[in-house]
Every structure is written in C-alpha cells, then in structure tokens.
C-alpha cells in the first residue's frame, strides 16, 4: 500500500501547474468577460471560441500537455486511469482547463470511444482531428420524453434501410452541440427492441450536417449555456448515414456504453474534486479576509467547523475516487461497479456542499458571475443528474453490496 | 390555542385561490415564453412588461385582491400579520401571482416604510402611485464592498449641503432597478459617523431619474435576471435630492429598518413556504408518473422517506412562521427577534432541500426553464442571502437564547 | 388562531412548575442515588419504589395536580388533548415527574383504555386504583420473534375455551412489568386469523398473579432498567382468564388502539420536547461555564449555531406536536394520522439530537449518571422504536400524502 | 500509488481472520453470558476473567497472532502502522478480539509509551509482564473538575520530595482500572505550571496497590461497565513513587503523548471501522430476513439508500484512516495532524450512524443485550469523546489548513 503519486503523475502534476498558473490562471476573467461579451446570448449560432483558447491550447500542446487522458504512449501520455486522476484534479480547478490540454468533456469520452471501438477507417476520419483538438463532438443519450436514468427506456430508433441507417427521435443535455467546430455526434439508439435487454441498443457516427438533424435548442443550466459548448436539444428526423458509421455493430451499445463509462467518472469526480478545492480555496480567502462585526467571518459562528468538514469530505473523496481508479486499472470498470457509482455519488455532492457554503460567505457576490461560484454550483448540480441521479448509483451500490453479502453467506 | 384560520383569511384564500386557479396558472407557461422573448436579454433598457400583467392587475383590483399585505382597512384589507400570512404563501406558488395582486417585495416593504413613516406629502408622491401598481420602486442597502450582513459596515455617504442632501455611494442587488416602470428608490446611507451605532444610518428617497444615479448593469441570480423586475448594481453619484426626501429624519435609518423587516420577513417565509409546497407537487406528481426501471419513481429506492421529511419540514416551517407572526402582532417585531430569525432561517433552506429532491427527480428537465425550478432555486438560495445570510440568524436566535437564560438564571 | 394557551392551561402550568422546583426538582439527584441503592440490580424482585415517592404523589394529589392527561371533569381535570399537552412538556423535563402526577405511561394509555371502553365493573375493579395511584398496570404488545412494527404479525394467541380465554405467547418490552405495585396487563392478541386483517386482534385483561404468567427478566435499554418500573419479557403459557376480562369484545383489538395511540403519542411527544428543553438548558449552562482554551466552551467552534439550530428544532417539534393535538381533538386521530406520524418521528428525533449534541459539551461525565443525559439518550432512542420505527411513520406520513394528493387531483 | 495490502499483511490477515472465525466467534454469545454472570454487578472487586478468555490468549500467542501493533521485529510483529491497521480493523469486528491478540486499549498505548520512552528498568519491571498479557494497565490523564479536551487544564499535580514524588489529583474514566490483573497506572499531572505550556506535564507510572491511590467507584458508559476491565474514578492522595518512576523525565508528558496518541488513534479508528462493519452486516442480515408489510425490511422505505450511504462512508473512512497511517510512518504523528484529526473526527461519526440505523431495523431487540447494539454505540459515543470531542479535532483541522493556506498565499 503507497498514497504517493508515481514519478510521471508527479512530473506531468508538476508541469500542468506551471502552466495552469502562467497561462490560464491570469486569463480566466479576462476569458469570462470575453465569452461574455462574445457569447452572451442564447443565440448560438453566433457563438465563437475566443482566439486566445487556440493560442493556449497550441501552447499546452508544444509543451506535451496534451491528450493526457488517453491511455496510449503515442496518442496520449500513456497513464494509467490512476496517473491520470491527480491530473483531471489539477484541471478540475479551472472550468477553462480541460479544454486547453484537449482533455474536456464530452470529448474525451467520444475519443475514448473511437480509440477502444472504432475502427480504423472510423479512427482516421473522426477520432484523428478530435485528438488535434480541431474538431468537437457530441454524444446523443439521454431523452427528454422518458427516464433516462434507465437507458433501457431510450425511444430514440437506428433502422436499416439498404445500405443505409435511419435514425428518428429526439436527444437534449447534448453537450458541445451549440460549437462551432462541433461536426460529430455520437448517438445511442434502438436497433433492436426484442433483443436481449443489453443488446438492444446501438452507438452511431452522425455528422452534425447530415440533412434531418434539426438543433432546436440549447438549454441553459440553471441559467448557464457553457457557451460555446452548449447542451443541445435535437431531433433526428429520418436521418440517413451510411452502414459504416455503425460503430462494432448493432446491439453493441451497452458494451462500448459501460467502457466509455469508467474512466469517464473518474475524470468527472477528480475534476469535481479540483472544483472543490478551488472553492474551499475561496471559503478560506473570503473567511480570512472579509470582516463583519470587528472579525474575520471565519471567527465567526461556525465557519472554523465548516472548513474542517468541507476539508474531510473533500479528502475522503479524493482517496474513495483514486482507489475507484486503482480497481478500474486492476479489475476492470465492470466489476469496480460499486466503488464508481460511490464515487459518482460522493463528489458531486462534496462540490455542491463546498460550493454552497461558500456562496455563504460571499453573499450576493456568490450569486452572479463575479464569482465562479453560479458556474461551480451548476457543474455540480449536473454532474448529481448527468450519468445517472444520485438515487440511482445508490441503488447499485446496495444492489451489489447485497450480492456480495449473499456470496460471503454461501462460502 | 387555535389553529383555524380567521373567517375573513379563508374568505380571503378562497378567493385567492379562485383567481389563481382560473387566470394565473393557466398564463404561466405562456407568460414565461413571453418574458423571455421580450426580455431574454441582459440589456434591461430594453425589458418590458408583458401587456397581459397589466390586464391581470386590473382584474385582481377589481375583485378587491389588491393591497392585501396592507394592515389598513382602507388602503389595503385591514389584515394582521397573522391573517395576511397564508395568503402570501398562497401567492408564492406561483412567481407571478404577487405582483398581479400588487404584492410584490420590495414594493411591499417600501410601501410599509411610506405607510408607517413617510409624512403626507411623502405619501401622495410615492405612496399612492405603487398602491395603484402604476409605479415601481427599489431598497437599496447592500453595498458590494463590504459584509453588508453587519448593516454598520455600510458605507454609503449622506451629507447636508444647503437645502439638499448629497448622496454617495455604490450599492447592489438593488431589486427592481431593471423595472420599466421604477421611480423611486428608497436608499440607506450613513449621515453621522459618530453617533451611536443604531443612530447613524438615515433612509432616504431618490427618484431614479436624479442625476447621478449611474445604473451599471443587472445582476443574474444563479442565471435568472428575474426580468423586468432585475437586481441592478448603481452608482450614487453626488446625487442632489432635496431635504424634505429624508424619512422621518437623519438617525432613523435603522429603526425603520426595523419595522420594516419584521412583516417583510413572514412575507418572505410564507412565499417561501409556498413555493415549496409547490415544489413538493411536483415532486409528488413526476414521482407517481415517471416510470423507470418498470416503476414509477416514488417506489423506488427512498422516494417515499423524502415525501415524507419534505411534508414534515414544510408544515413544520409553516407553523413556526405563523407563530412568528403571531408574535408579531401581539408583541412587536422587536420581541419576536429570535422567532423571526428562526423562520428566515429555516423557511428558505427547506425550500432549497425541496428544489433540490424535486430537482433530482426531474433530471435533465429540473435545469433548464421547462420546469420553474431553477427560478425556486435561485429564490431559495437568494433568501438565504438577502437580509442576512443563515450564520447571521443562527447568531441572532444563539445570543438572544442565552440572553433570556441568563435572565431566568437570575430570577 | 391563536397561539396563547388556555387560560385553564396557564393555571395548571404554573402550579405544575411550583411543585416541579419546590419538591421534585430538589428530591432528584437524591432520588437517583436512593434508586440506585434500592434498585441497581438486574435483579427485579427486589425492587422497591422509595418512600418519598409516595408521598410526593400524595402531595400532588392533594393540590389537584392528578390525572390531568384525563378528559373528564371529576375522575381528571377535564383537559382537551391541546390544553393537557404543554403540562405533559413540563413534566418531560423530570424523569420523575410524570408519575408523582399519575401521568405516567403506559399506565396513562391503560387507564385511557379502560376509561373509554372498559366496561363499569372493569372500570371499577381495574380503573379505580389505577386513578388512585395505587396500582401499576402493563401492556403487552410487542413480541420478540416477529417485526411488531407490523402488528398484523402478532404471534399471541387468545383462544375461548368455556367461560374462559386461554392466552399463549411470548412478549417482551412490556414496561412496568417490574413494578412491585403491578397487578394488571392488558395483553393483544390473535382472536380469529382468518377475520379481516383489522378485525383479528383483540385486547384482555390479565391479573399478573394468574397461573401461567412467567415473567423471564427485565430488559436494559441502552443499559438502563428503568427501576422500579422494567421492561419486562414475559411468557404466557395458557393462561386462563375469565369471560368478561375482554374488552369490548373479540376482534376490538385494533380500534382500541388507535384509539389509545392518539393522545398518548401527543404526551409522548411533549415529554420528549420537556426533555429535550432541558437538555438544552444543560447544553447552555455547561456552555457558559465551562472553560477550555481560555474560553467558555459556548464561545468555541460552532456551539452558538448549534445552539440555534436545537433551538429551532425543538420551536418547532413543539407547534408540531400542539397542532397535532389541537386536530385530535377537532377532527379525531384517525382523520389526523399524518400528523400523529410527524410528531412520533420529529419529536424523538430532536431529543436525541439534542442529547447527543449536549452529551459533547459535557465530555466524560456525559457517560455515566452522574447527569441525566444516558437516561435521556435511552428515552430518545427507545421513542424512535416503541409504537413503530421512524421509517414506519415516514411510511404512513407519504402514503397519506399521496392519497391526498391523488384526491386533490381528482377534484 | 497501491491500494493492496502488503504481503506480511495479508498473512497476518488470513491467519487473524481464521483464529477468529474458528476460535473467537463461536465463543462471543457465550463470553457475553459468562460475563453477565460473573460481572454483572457494579461492585468491580468482585470482577474475574472468565476462564476461556485466558485460554484463548494462549492459543493465540502460540500462532504468533500475538502484540501485532508493536512495530519490533522480535517483541511484535514488525509491522509498521500501515500494515496493522487492517489487523486492527479485523479485530475491531468484536469486542473480545483485541484482548486475545494481546492488542486491547488501554494496554497497548501504555505498552508503546514504555517501549519507546521507557528506561531498561521501567521496561524489565512493567512492560514485560504486559507484552506477556498477564498484567493490565491503566492511562489516567482526564480529570473530572476541569475541561480535559484542553490538556493544560489538568489539575493534578506531581512534586518532588526529596527521593520520591507525591502526586495528588482525582482521575477519571481511566480504562482498566477495575480489572483483576491491572497492576500499574501512568499518571500524567503537572509538575511545572510556569514552565511553557507544553512543558508543565510528566507522565509517571504509579503501581496501583501504592497506598493512597483511592478507587472511588467504576463509571457506566451509556450502561456498560465493560467488566472485567471498567472505566475508575480514583483519587490519588498523597501518592509517593520513587524517582525512578518517573517517563523520561519531568515536562515530558505532552511529547509523549504526543507519540503515543498517533498510532493509537490508528488503531481506535481502524477498530471502530471494523465494527462498523460488523453492524452494517447485521444491517443487512436483519434487512434482508426479517418481514414486515409482507416484504424483508430491505424493501421497505429508505433502506436500501441507507445501506448504500452507509458502505459509502464506512469505506471512505478506511482509506482516510489507511492514508493517516500511511503518513504517520512516512513524515511522523506531528506533521500528520490535520489527518489524525480528521480520521478521530470521521470514523467514531460513521460507526455511530451505521449503528443507529442498525438499531433502528432490530427494533426492541437492539436496546439489551441480545445484540452487540448498545456496546457497540457506547464504544462510538466514547470514541466521540475521549481524546478529545468532535469540536477539538475539528479546530485542529481548520487551524492546520488555514496555516497551509497562509503558507502557499506567502510562496
């Protein structure tokens, strides 16, 4: 048993934190203002990316901070899901980070998706821009019309039509939708209603100007649109792409679901946790040095006791996702089941506390963007619902620790 | 002991309830849309009020629901606090329904001051024009650079100077300050440095057309600018207003403060009460209807355990707020300090637990604007803020608790 | 609505308090040690109750302040259920007190029993002492091998045999069942199983002296006895009882405990509030004198938000519980379940939070009985078990939710 | 980073667990009885081991499952903290364990203050015979009459006269003292009150038949005397020791409890997560076997999101409590404070929920003693307390990250 970090995690950990407090650090409220003043409408047709995110990214990608999720010694950093933990913690503290070191949600998923499934064909087409960091893309899962936390209720169909697929329904929360430089979606759909329950469903490539994808909409999350990412809603009205867009093949949808899943949280979590940090960062400063009735507010009431509470969920977080991590190296997502729904409950619920409380301490200032505090507590709020609700990954971590209870019963 | 409403607060609810019914709920989802096409944007020069608020108004004046909060038998309904307090919850299921019965903070509050401390001349300028709905008016305190939740902190200048005085100042979260039709403002500043802490602070009117009064911008709470109303940010700068402007005179600030904040508070935490039972409808009602997993929601995992801790602590909050205003009426607000820092503790956190259990039922829908519960969140967590964040109150309730022991110990 | 107690209340209140500070109050730390010298064995059949006890009683008898939980003019004091509940507070706040006023339980809940559906010669062989305060009495309900949460599990059976019922089974938690002044239980049990499931049951009285009770031992709650009252688990091996020891008649089981359960739940519920204000007079006054660090330990950390917070907890479990009361007696307890259901889960709740949070301040001496707070904790927690666990009355609370809600629906 | 156990600690684990399941297990029911019988009584002179339990000592020396905590090759097991903490949370799962391993509190912290502080003679004369498990020891640091969560409030004093040292002070709650074979007590008072405030205290080892040391009574915790060892009241009058008795020397008392309390509170908090454990078994078991409403418990309600929390904090927990561990072999108990604090706040919280809720599903059977319930909450309400309440380590905590935040703001 060892807590330290591995001498790469320590190297890349280093280098990221130079960067992040050379580069990006000094430029996110100058980025805030400028995403404000250029996207600060619903309008996202008019969204653009602000020059200076290309700089940076070009930046980070000179210096080899780049793609370092991915598990491959060419493409990537070659980590391990644990090395590369501390490393979407780093990044966690900046919402402007991830997407610098092309390492940002939905994108990393998709990727991961077409390196693990896609083949080469597929690989070359969508998957090689993708890691350039010149394209974005999007992944169609979730359905406003019924409770997608049981993917099994999906409506959204994928029908054979000769040499063609046909796809037909409607998908919203599809982050990175609203883009500009969005061009691929992946999308999840039926293929094959009386097929065994995992089997049914299938993962498609759909370019985002295939005639018949109507982007109705983007949602704002409690008042956020991410611009220029965006969570889309979207309609798939007869939408024609070719057979080869199918990626494995059909009904193996749940399969590439479940591998895309694992890591996946981890980068979630260990970023919801560098979020948190930086919020407690926040608690501390505000505490320290804001004065009301002749005292700093953390003398006062039970701000102290706060902050040690705030520090010890944040922490037990921390450890509960790098040893999800450890078992998802070592066993496999598939039967570290129960440790990524724990985590996937826990720190979500950590940001949002650490971020509620501060927003506290800040008073009005928490509550619109002169802080980072709206933007954190929407994060966290997401991330509570995104890949399935808080009640949901409380239903299988009981479901599975009872399966294990009944197999010690029966040795 | 009782716990029957008066006859004339369930002729009242009644009523209420009818007009509620028949013309405000059927409008909302539209007036939403409305508002957002004709306010959607951050730009409040722009905002106006939709046609159909004015209509609404009338009609609620006529049928003798205007003015309600008004505890004057002829300018209002001759309501107690206490009578007064289950219609204000009726009103705040609905974020729309206080206005049209012109019951809105903070032109309720302003009101109060006029009607309990603005001299004739005063009233007839000010008073009459919001108790008709035609003007709108704004209570600007809090100050952004210091913890306004310890008012001595305020920083805010009043100086005599001839026969005028000159104010000088920033202030924010001025609500109301984006309103097409706001006129006045009703400003807190410091006039003697000097005297005794309670004595130092002076309430003064400002119409908004002074020269001087720089509007910056409006302020989003958790994404919501709450147009055409907004909560703006204004400069005062040497902003001239002649001496009969000043309410009841230099000093009195905090005294009318006071007064004002008393019904102000059980208004806020019956609204609040309100939306939370409406929140818990929707709880209920996507519960019972959404299938997943093969059952509806509520069945699942501790859905039921939630209904029924939310049920508990609404009624409870309910019961506490009523009291207060209770204490109100028969004691004074100055007496019932420690009951109505309880309830303005208490109301806004079990309505932010109910958003946010509503919130997770809802998934994807709880974020955006489908559903209103963004605009509760933003209302739960404002609350908790404004007038005092929560630690402010847990000390208010601590120190006057030991205070009366310390008096029985002595007895 | 009013919040004022009744005038009568008022009165009783404050003769309650006067004897409470003039003679038990002094008497308790004496009585402690006397209880424990006289009674700290396991060892039942030893028990004693000290002599002061009895005269305490008398004394109380003789000022009137006797059967005041009784709704009847002569036999009690002719008490509503709202304007007994804030004299059965008072008495919480003593371990002691409840019974020096004949308002103990279970003998309260017994005498109700044969109060409103005994018939004369019960009443008069059975009720009578029991008002005198000259006989203990015990009811056997819960059973050790089935979830008596569920009461249609009971085990006991009570089976006609010629003029006589034969009565087999095992209970246990049956408390007084260690008294030495013990005459009487009125047993539940199994009269016909194949009767509609709220008609099977049925309540008889039995002499404890009848050949075939077999009382095993008295059971510790969180180690306490409870001296010289007990928790007794006692066999019933066909004992014989005659005829007219039934009460109403076989099948009345059930109704006659709804109709005990009612106000007994409102006393037990104020008892606990008593109990947990005088805990948080000890939380006070141990945090104002006790110095660590330099400082009060109410100074410290968090201990004044806490100290709102318990505060806060028990206003409003005390509106709750006088609500709950207050619809008894307007619309009977049947038609008030959901608020019955609140009481019995806020109020145990609140005590045991309460007591936990003081056991903290007071460290070691917390532990032991060198303060009341094991035997508070032991009443809290045994509160939060006995007639239904906390998720059982969440359950009935929801479930009532949901039909209201459902018939609201359908209007 | 490495989550596995080491090689040395998974055999020992094996082994530990083989010797417990086969030997220890079997036993506990009985244990539970035998004990009853021969120490149920307050009066601890009459106290005796029951027989078995010496047996078992022996069978588990032979196997070398014997003083693990001793991190010395020959004397222990060599293993350092890290790899005894599972050992630790292996024995925590009962309550006899740790005695039989020879690795019980209060016997192991005093054995480590002897090896690491102890001069040759003191080691020869008192740490032998305890390293051999035939005598017990007592630690009497708390005192009754003044706050002892701040240890500079201790009141007893040590002074020189001429060859010998004569303390005088009143203990309490010092573990072991009522047991038969406890021989020897360390006394920590102050022999300095001018010297710096760490400096004023001495720990001296004081053998217990020394006349003067005056055994007043033993404590209940929550009720339990935990015979055959107790928790004494003593009062040491005109106790003389030689010089030689004294740890160290004078002023050295808080350096060694410095040393001391680190691993121990290791070991405390692995113990009580090994309980926790325990509990959440009998959770489950009792969840998934017994029928209420026609359903196992588990189905009902909330319990299985209950069961999900609980694994989820009980593991958090674990690896916190590992990773202080871990830090305390690696930069020493003094830099790894906040973490010792944190993991002292944590797990007695998580065992006393996961046990509450326990109770809860085992209804009247979990207050007596037919199930390990109510020790295993006097053993968490305890650790709540003893080195320290919640609120002293919860300071600790937010002093040290404040310090770290002044650090890296000042880089």
């Keep these: 048993m060892d807590f330290s970090y591995s001498a790469k995690t320590a190297d890349y950990l280093q280098r990221l934190d130079t960067f992040m407090r050379e580069f990006i650090e000094p430029y996110e409220s100058q980025y805030q203002k400028e995403n404000f003043r250029l996207n600060g409408t619903p309008n996202w047709r008019e969204w653009q990316v602000p020059p200076r995110v290309a700089e940076l ?5 000179e210096r080899g901070l780049w793609n370092l999720f991915l598990p491959d010694d060419k493409l990537g950093a070659g980590l391990s899901t644990l090395e590369y933990a501390p490393l979407a913690e780093r990044m966690g503290r900046s919402l402007l980070a991830p997407e610098i070191f092309n390492c940002n949600a939905p994108d990393t998923g998709n990727m991961e998706v077409l390196y693990h499934f896609g083949d080469k064909s597929q690989q070359r ?19 406003p019309d019924v409770a997608s936390s049981d993917a099994t209720n999906m409506q959204t169909t994928i029908v054979a039509d000769g040499d063609e697929w046909v796809i037909n329904g409607r998908k919203w929360w599809s982050t990175g939708l609203g883009h500009p430089q969005a061009e691929i979606a992946i999308v999840m759909g039926l293929t094959d209603e009386d097929a065994d329950k995992h089997q049914r ?4 490539l759909v370019p985002l100007d295939t005639p018949g994808v109507n982007i ?3 949602l704002p999350a409690l008042g956020e649109y991410d611009a220029p990412y965006g969570h889309g809603e979207v309609i798939f009205d007869h939408v024609r792409v070719p057979k080869e867009n199918i990626i494995v093949g059909p009904g193996a949808g749940f399969k590439i679901a479940q591998g895309r899943l694992g890591p996946g949280r981890i980068h979630h979590c260990m970023r919801a946790i560098g979020a948190a940090e ?12 804001r004065i009301a009735f002749g005292q700093p507010l953390l003398k006062l009431g039970g701000n102290t006791e706060r902050l040690a509470d705030m520090r010890v969920a944040i922490d037990q977080a921390r450890l509960m996702t790098l040893y999800a991590a450890w078992q998802i190296d070592n ?5 570290a089941i129960k440790e990524i729904s724990a ?3 826990v720190a979500p619920n950590v940001l949002q506390q650490v971020v509620d409380e501060t927003m506290q301490l800040f008073g009005g200032a928490s509550m619109c963007h002169d802080t980072p505090l709206p933007g954190l507590l929407a994060v966290a709020k997401s991330l509570r619902i995104a890949d399935g609700p808080d009640a949901v990954h409380r239903a299988t971590i009981a479901k599975t620790e009872l399966k294990q209870w009944q197999g010690r019963r029966h040795d």
């Design 216 to 218: 109705e909409r983007m």
């Design 125 to 143: 087409r969508w998957l090689q821009p993708l890691l350039d960091g010149e394209t974005r893309s999007v992944f169609c899962m979730t359905e």
């Design 57 to 61: 990214k070009q930046m980070a990608r």
């Design 343 to 345: 985590i996937k409950l």
């Design 278 to 289: 930086r919020a407690l960062e926040l608690f501390i400063e505000r505490g320290a040095t």
């Design 201 to 204: 469903h299938t993962m498609i």
């Design 331 to 335: 066993i496999g997502a598939l039967k």
